[in-house]
């Protein structure tokens, strides 16, 4: 029997041909996008820097001669403040495509995302839960370690629910994470009512998702962590490709199932409870940026996890470009943004499958 809602395997005809080379052109042109989006958004602002000044100013500490004069505050600006929350933009945007590409080839279905399946909720509520009641045993560290905690323990209930004699079955897994999303909301909202005023500004902003807090040490802070799964999940690449086939299929060349299936949930955990800690909840970049590239570039996570990396990257920092622009001085979190992206996406992906399914 084939698995409900499998993910579409390459056709036998003249098709993967033209996958592999538009996986190709994708994974040339889209560092190239990534790029073209960092120097527009640490550009663009109150204070205007050209893309020359922006070169400028990163290679004059190297002792390359300046392309373009530039002066003293734009330098400012862009070291202390867009330049970190640019490069956080990249990192948290990475790694939720490839944990979102990487769930959608562990669940085999290609509505997975950390966001509706209650992972970004679980970190969120871990996080806010250990600022409430004081928890600071690990210093700077205990907030990237309890939203750790959190996405993984949301992420392994998860899974375990929708598990029906040893398969995936892919409605109790939406129906689950459904049902945590409202019971880490309702967790999130104790947490609100018992919070003082400057631990609800705190809450408030993981509830909504902003890089706005983005400094030097955060970046730090996230970076080993994000960088363990956007580079460790691409190792997983050919036994993703393997599950497709369905688990049994892919034991049967080998694969060691239940360990992959461990290995890639504690990844998972690891990048998104990392995103949340320094910028709060971001939904739909694991749901939309996947789904995009499985339509070019084919089912291979050879290519897909690699290519989601950068396109997310790309994604998050162009959302938060708009995020901050679009209402100045105002600045409208980027979970807003989004969302907004995100949500018509998915209800066109449901609309879609069920009208592929039978009367």
């Not at 590239?293 to 996890?305: A, E, I, K, S």
């Amino acid at each position: 029997m084939t698995p409900p809602a499998a993910l579409p395997t390459a056709p036998m005809t003249a098709a993967p041909s033209r996958q592999r080379v538009r996986a190709g052109w994708a994974l040339a042109l889209l560092p190239a996008a990534l790029l073209s989006a960092v120097v527009l958004s640490v550009g663009t602002g109150a204070v205007h820097i050209s893309p020359a000044q922006v070169l400028s100013i990163l290679l004059t500490p190297l002792g390359l001669p300046a392309l373009h004069p530039f002066d003293e505050q734009q330098a400012a600006v862009l070291w202390a403040i867009r330049l970190p929350r640019v490069l956080l933009g990249v990192l948290i945007g990475a790694g939720l495509a490839v944990a979102g590409a990487a769930m959608q080839g562990l669940f085999r279905n290609p509505l997975a995302d950390p966001g509706l399946l209650g992972i970004s909720s679980g970190a969120s509520l871990a996080a806010a839960a250990s600022v409430v009641l004081g928890a600071g045993a690990l210093g700077p560290a205990t907030l990237p370690l309890a939203a750790f905690a959190g996405s993984l323990l949301s992420t392994a209930l998860v899974y375990l629910l929708s598990q029906d004699r040893g398969r995936v079955n892919v409605t109790t897994m939406l129906l689950a994470g459904i049902a945590i999303n409202a019971l880490c909301g309702a967790g999130t909202g104790l947490m609100t009512f018992l919070a003082t005023d400057e631990q609800l500004r705190s809450i408030t902003f993981w509830s909504l998702g902003s890089l706005g807090g983005a400094t030097w040490p955060t970046v730090l802070s996230a970076l080993p962590l994000i960088l363990l799964g956007v580079a460790g999940l691409p190792l997983a690449a050919r036994a993703l490709n393997a599950l497709m086939l369905g688990e049994h299929g892919a034991t049967h060349l080998g694969i060691p199932v239940q360990r992959v299936k461990w290995t890639v949930v504690t990844l998972v955990a690891l990048s998104v409870g990392a995103g949340v800690a320094v910028a709060g909840t971001i939904g739909f970049v694991g749901l939309v940026v996947p789904h995009l590239l499985r339509l070019l570039t084919g089912p291979n996570h050879r290519t897909l996890l690699p290519a989601s990396a950068l396109l997310g990257g790309t994604l998050l920092v162009l959302a938060d470009l708009a995020a901050r622009t679009v209402a100045m001085p105002a600045e409208v979190p980027i979970g807003i943004v989004t969302a907004l992206l995100g949500a018509p996406f998915f209800l066109y992906l449901l609309r879609r499958d069920r009208a592929r399914l039978p009367a």
